[in-house]
């Protein structure tokens, strides 16, 4: 491990983000409860990788977006201390103010400089109601949003996969598709563990990442079968 001058290389911040949709339609066959119950199962697991890197400090915060958007989780809370408040749903899908909250935590002044690249997770079933663009391009602004692993669950048909694959910014990655509750479990286990445990490694700290794939991502899990009753998929 490396030295500084008085002791070992402390751990370096990574900052993980879930953005999540709470629009009108969350509510519907579900949707808010599955994507509740799939965060806190993912938990222990996200903080089983975390205490197998003690080279990152693993900082996790929420937001949820509606009629505008809001922190859900407002302290960057050590991930073993971190536990899931239930979202509820209704209101509009303004997804373009999340991502200015996000854009506002990660302006240079209020990350360390020796930041790992912060994961970001957006969720939603839906189409912006607000200025996606300008939200984006907020995001984008920060060279801390431009390092970050942006990673994007849509969930039912209806959410609206090419503002979510702006959100990626990257032809190769695409957003995943989450059409019943055990798929949407199965992609934020990943999402919180695989995808922190890349995001955490040594490689993500290699100075000839390019701005496209700072992070090389571990390859997405199966979407695996469809339930046999049609109530059960979105």
């Known amino acids: 491990m490396s030295k500084l001058p008085g002791g070992a290389l402390a751990s370096r911040p990574l900052h993980f983000f879930w953005i999540a949709d709470c629009s009108g339609s969350m509510g519907v066959d579900g949707k808010i409860q599955a994507l ?3 965060i806190r199962e993912a938990i222990p697991h996200m903080q089983q990788v975390a205490l197998e890197n003690p080279n990152a400090q693993v900082l996790v915060r929420a937001i949820a977006f509606a009629h505008g958007a809001r922190w859900h989780v407002a302290q960057p809370t050590p ?20 991502l200015r909250l996000v854009a506002e935590q990660l302006r240079v002044e ?3 400089a020796r930041a790992l690249p912060p994961v970001l997770v957006l969720i939603s079933d839906g189409q912006p109601t607000d200025n996606f663009d300008a939200g984006l391009q907020a995001l ?7 390092k970050a692993v942006r990673i994007a669950i849509a969930i039912g048909d209806d959410a609206d996969l090419s503002i979510l694959q702006k959100f990626i910014g990257h032809p190769e990655f695409q957003p995943l598709q989450a059409n019943n509750a055990d798929t949407l479990v199965r992609y934020i286990r990943w999402a919180s563990t695989e995808v922190l445990k890349s995001a955490s ?16 991502l571990p390859p997405a899990p199966d979407a695996g079968t469809l339930p046999e009753s049609a109530e059960d998929v979105w």
């Open 140 to 146: 984008m602004e920060q060279p801390w949003g431009k």
């Open 79 to 98: 991930v073993a201390d971190f536990r899931w408040p239930d979202l509820k749903a209704g209101g509009e899908t303004d997804m373009g103010q999340a």
């Open 110 to 112: 209020a990350m360390p």
């Open 201 to 216: 490694s040594p490689a993500s700290q290699a100075t000839t990442a390019t701005a496209a794939t700072n992070v090389p």
């Open 36 to 38: 509740n119950n799939a």
